[in-house]
């Protein structure tokens, strides 16, 4: 039984030896060419307006937190559209039952104002 998670667990230890290869060669043998520009913020060629360890609003969070929750739906959507024949129509009410409770949810939030940046 456990002779057949051999594969997974070598493919696991042959990433993760790269990874950690590939790192430390690149910090032996890498470029080591520091200068002010190369410190600097980058602001999509336009100079910054304000610090760089200034913190965030919790607008930005809460707004990242509802793009998680919402687009997390799609990891659901996916195997259940991949199965729709084979699933049958209990499968068909409980997808439109979580699609329905998904957008009350959606609209919920717009009525609260969380995605409005002023």
Not at 65 to 73: A, P, S, T, V
């Amino acid at each position: 039984m456990l002779e057949s998670y051999i594969p997974i667990y070598g493919t696991i230890v042959v990433g993760a030896v790269f990874g950690i290869v590939m790192i430390k060669l690149h910090e032996w043998l890498g470029p080591r060419r520091a200068n002010k520009e190369k410190a600097s913020a980058y602001e999509s060629g336009m100079e910054p307006v304000s610090s760089v360890k200034e913190r965030h609003t919790v607008k930005f969070y809460l707004v990242a937190m509802l793009f998680i929750l919402f687009d997390i739906e799609i990891v659901f959507m996916y195997p259940w559209a991949i199965q729709f024949k084979q699933l049958g129509a209990q499968a068909l009410v409980a997808m439109i039952l979580f699609m329905v409770l998904l957008f009350a949810g959606f609209i919920y939030v717009v009525k609260k104002g969380a995605l409005k940046w002023d």
